[in-house]
């Protein structure tokens, strides 16, 4: 896992010198990039919902979709290091306790129109079908609460600036998306010989939704969490006297020493850049995720609005 995790940067830093060459040229070419695409995303929507009629399930559907555009849109222009208090720009208001609270409010509104969307499914399934699968919106629902400890663990680790606290939230994220995949497949299974129009649109929206899913599962499980693991042992390297941890008992001793702090003092750290950079060394890492995040992450929202306004 580490040796792919390596040999994946490595390629993406190649290939990034083998484009352009300056660093500093790579890093502000992303970011303008991506702040295209962001003034395409907020266009794209805003057109769609003045030019078609929504009732007030669509409507809120929509206004989930927009919510997550219009963050990731602010956040593609201020990128946030929230554990290391690391800022793209010199900004006074929106610093890495404003970015990281917005990303809250977007990453529940993305996981509410994901579980709403679902339920619906079911739903449309049991009303032109006589398949019966309510017994699976128990397991949909739990997605919810396991994305609430996810965006707590994300907070934990921004004001303890304790990595593991980011292992924990990524891993979450892995478990509500492979909770997706498997439903997805289960039902594919149930709905595959069935003619109507409506269930073989569900069909066509999971024969697309399960790739890509399945490719952000694998991405967090190979990149993302790798990732937050280097950077604990990296941590781990810095410290004067640290705690070597091969067992249990020696986590939960390092946990605690790490965890005492004065959390006035390390909230009040979140609410100002500790570092200004755009350099590629400082964001190498996360111009992958972050491109996905803010590119087929958004398109993925509207995509699911889109859906189910043909079909509810």
Known sequence: MSILYDQYFN?????????????KNIVL?????????????IAFIGNYYFTHSLNNKQTFVFALAFIFAIV????????????????????KFFTPFTIRSLATIAELAYITLC???FIHII??????????IGYLKPYVYAVIPIIILAEIFSWSGSITEYQPWNII???????????????????????KNIKSQKIKSVYRLFTIAIPIATLFALFLAIVDIPMYVNRWKKDKKLEI??????TIKDFVLDFKEKHKLD????????????????????????????????TIGVWSSFAIAIWYKNNS
């Open 11 to 23: 390629l993406t830093e190649l290939f990034c010198l083998y484009l352009l060459m300056e660093n």
């Open 29 to 41: 070419g992303w970011w303008t990039f991506l702040i295209v695409v962001s003034v395409f995303n």
């Open 169 to 191: 939230e990524e891993v979450m994220w892995l478990v509500a998306t492979l909770i997706f995949i498997v439903l997805s497949l289960y039902i594919l299974s149930i709905i």
């Open 72 to 91: 990731c849109a602010i956040r593609t222009i201020y990128p946030t290091k929230y554990t290391e208090k690391t800022c793209f720009l010199n900004t």
């Open 123 to 132: 739903e449309l399934i049991h009303q032109y079908s006589n398949k019966e």
């Open 241 to 246: 006297n640290p705690i070597e941890i091969k």
């Open 115 to 117: 579980v709403y969307v």
């Open 263 to 294: 959390y006035n003092k390390k909230i009040n750290d979140l609410q100002q850049c500790r570092k200004i950079d755009q350099s590629f060394n400082e964001w190498k890492q996360e111009i992958p995720w972050l491109t996905g995040y803010f």
